[in-house]
């Protein structure tokens, strides 16, 4: 019969990155005879504790009554939140998307194995520089969020032929703006990875990343 696949994405359904890999999943599993079940976590817009708890409890339920021939997970919040359940199990397990070190989530295991995601600062210094010559002195800025975290320790790990003066992580859309305002005068150029989760702090709602 049809082997059944379970997949958790960290993020929702509509995200453009979800979306892309939605289009190659459903091409590679094309006529393959598998059964796919998707499960969003929602956790770029919704990122506090109490819902991260809820929504694993709700996957892992999902996982158990589905009782898959295969596990993926997807993007950093999935892996360390389902995937790390699964260490050791008969169940295999592959990831994708993940930007923290895998020895931070305990893998790869016996049943776990899958792909980082990296950025290429290197290449990206190189381009800037190909664009503005004289640039000396670069700030990064991110969100605050498991996804940042990782490529924050990447960026420890490369050497740049740029001074990076620092590196300054919120969630708080205030501080962000005031902190891009400050940065104009202190360095040539403003690096930014992440602002899926930034908060306006007024209502405490996750703003959309294209107004942000």
């Given amino acids: ?19 892309s890999l939605n289009e190659g999943i459903d091409d590679s599993f094309e006529g393959q005879h598998v059964v796919v079940e998707k499960f969003y ?10 819902w991260k708890t809820i929504i694993t409890d709700s996957a892992m339920q999902r ?38 070190e895998p020895s931070f989530y305990g893998f790869p295991g016996t049943n776990i194995t899958g792909c980082i995601e990296r950025i ?14 004289d640039v000396e002195k670069v700030a990064f800025i991110s969100d605050d969020s498991p996804t ?22 919120t969630n708080d859309f205030d501080l962000w703006k005031a902190k891009v305002t400050e940065l104009q005068d202190k360095v040539d150029a ?12 007024d209502t405490n709602e996750s703003l ?3 107004d942000v």
Wanted: net charge negative; proline share 4%; glycine share 6%.
């Fill in 1 to 19: 019969g049809d082997k059944k696949v379970f997949i958790v994405f960290s993020y929702h359904q509509e995200y453009a990155w979800v979306e």
């Fill in 41 to 50: 976590m929602d956790t770029k817009r919704k990122t506090s504790q109490a």
């Fill in 63 to 100: 996982i158990e009554s589905y009782n898959p021939d295969l596990l993926i997970v997807i993007d950093d919040n999935a892996c360390e939140l389902i995937g790390k359940q699964f260490i050791g199990d008969d169940l295999p397990v592959v990831f994708t998307g993940m930007n923290k």
């Fill in 120 to 133: 290429s600062y290197t290449g990206m210094i190189d381009f800037l520089k190909e664009l503005v010559p």
């Fill in 148 to 169: 940042s975290q990782g490529m924050l320790e990447e960026l420890d790990r490369v050497n740049l032929p740029v001074e990076i003066t620092e590196t300054f992580v």
């Fill in 190 to 201: 403003i690096g930014i990875l992440m602002y899926n989760t930034l908060i306006d702090v």
């Fill in 208 to 210: 959309i990343p294209a």
